[in-house]
């Protein structure tokens, strides 16, 4: 679509110059009717190339006049207008040898003028080469013969000449008049566009910085309260002697805390609907290795090509690395002296999916019974998101395939 189809002009501005167009083709049309009627009058008595082209045109005029007056639609009537002035003209200007022609100039270009203002460039360029052609024709067929032929004017002649010129003159006035006074209008209303739009922009921009403040208070309330309940949880585990309770105490402190880490990201980040994946999942796993029991370091290296993705793909990913990451320091690092963890996060293809290859180089305890439930949750998760997974536990380590759907890059591309 170009930048033209793109720009919408206003109704009243269409309606201003739709009746302008009516006010046009009634005015010209009386202009037309006294004019054409005081020149066949006066060259009545005057040669048949004189009388003759006043007395079509005064029909012409009068005709139009009605058809203005009883359908409100000035379109008939400025082709009318507009081709029966360039073709008489051209005709009168071609054959009539005995004739000034001045006023048929000036006729023609009332003519092109009006196809061009009332009708459409196109119509004007094709009158306007019609025109062009006429005058190349004249110029080289019939001048010489108009010079030999033409005769000395009379007083009535030359008055109604006289008479003719102010007529073409005056219309060709009047439309440049016309031209300029719409012009003037839809400048006007084009700057009373630009102001209204100018105090719509104010508004907006006062209300988005409402609403910006608002959802980062949300953002900074929600975190407090996730907060709150991760100090709560603490508390609690304080009070439980058993090793495994406080161990799963601590798996949902982390989970909160995933959760709590991102809406603390998204009150600090000025974009409130996207965080970069990759200082997240950073952030993220060096608490998560703070807050473990792992007494040995442990070296992590994350890789993106993504960028910053949204809070329906955010949560569940960072929940899934969450669970990956305890996952290993739990079962993956005992025998180990040198423990690392390495996360790359790329895009697969161009439908809005995502490819998570997690890597530890530690061994994986062998399930016995039941999966646990950080395990279900691993699945649930990538369930969640249409995806699905791939293990491979080799010797040197072990790798998740994981690939999933990115919920806010498909409604994008949708």
């Known amino acids: ?38 020149l066949a009058c006066a060259y009545f008595f005057d040669t048949r190339e004189n009388f003759l082209p006043m007395l079509f045109g005064l029909v012409i005029s009068g005709m139009c006049l009605v058809i203005v007056w009883l359908t409100r639609n000035p379109a008939l009537v400025f082709y009318i207008y507009s081709i029966s002035g360039v073709m008489i003209s051209s005709y009168v200007l071609i ?46 067929y019939s001048l010489n013969i108009h010079i030999e032929e033409l005769q000395i004017r009379t007083v009535s002649q030359k008055v109604s000449l006289v008479i003719e010129l102010i007529a073409g003159f005056s219309l060709n006035y009047y439309l440049v008049y016309l031209y300029l006074d719409l012009n003037h209008y839809s400048e006007r209303k084009l700057i009373e566009a630009v102001e ?57 402190i982390n989970r909160i805390m995933a959760m709590s880490l991102i809406h603390q990201k998204l009150y600090q980040n000025d974009n409130l609907s996207q965080i970069r994946i990759g200082d997240y999942l950073n952030e993220l796993i060096n608490e998560i290795i703070n807050l473990s029991a792992n007494e040995q370091g442990v070296r992590y290296e994350v890789k993106t090509g993504v960028g910053k993705i949204g809070l329906k793909t ?10 990956l990451v305890s996952n290993s320091l739990k079962h993956a690092f005992e025998d180990l002296s040198t423990a690392c963890i390495q996360i790359d ?38 369930e969640q998101l249409d995806g699905s997974k791939e293990v491979r536990m080799e010797p040197h380590g072990t790798t998740y395939v994981i690939l999933v759907q990115n919920p806010d890059e498909r409604d994008v591309l949708a």
């Open 345 to 382: 996060i790329q895009r697969e293809g161009d439908d809005g999916w995502l490819r998570i290859t997690y890597f530890d180089n530690g061994t994986w305890k062998p399930q016995v019974g039941p999966s646990s439930f950080g395990l279900v949750l691993i699945d649930t998760l990538i």
């Open 1 to 38: 679509m170009s930048a033209t189809e793109l720009i919408s002009i206003p109704d009243e501005v269409k309606n201003y110059f739709e009746e302008l167009k009516v006010k046009l083709a009634f005015r010209v049309s009386i202009l037309f009717v006294f004019v054409f009627l005081i």
């Open 196 to 252: 209204r739009l100018k105090e719509q922009n104010v508004k907006i921009s006062l209300q988005n910085d409402e609403k910006t403040t608002l959802v980062k208070e949300i953002h900074h309330r929600v975190k407090n309260n996730l907060q709150i309940v991760v100090s709560l949880l603490r508390m609690q585990s304080q009070e439980v002697d058993n090793p495994e309770f406080r161990t799963l105490f601590q798996e949902s």
């Open 95 to 140: 054959e009539f040898h005995n004739t000034i022609h001045l006023t048929d100039l000036l006729w023609m270009l009332a003519a092109i003028s009006l196809a061009f203002f009332c009708i459409g460039r196109v119509f004007g360029f094709v009158l306007l080469f019609v025109s062009l052609v006429s005058l190349a024709i004249f110029v080289f």
């Open 314 to 323: 955010l949560i569940p990913v960072g929940l899934l690395i969450n669970e």
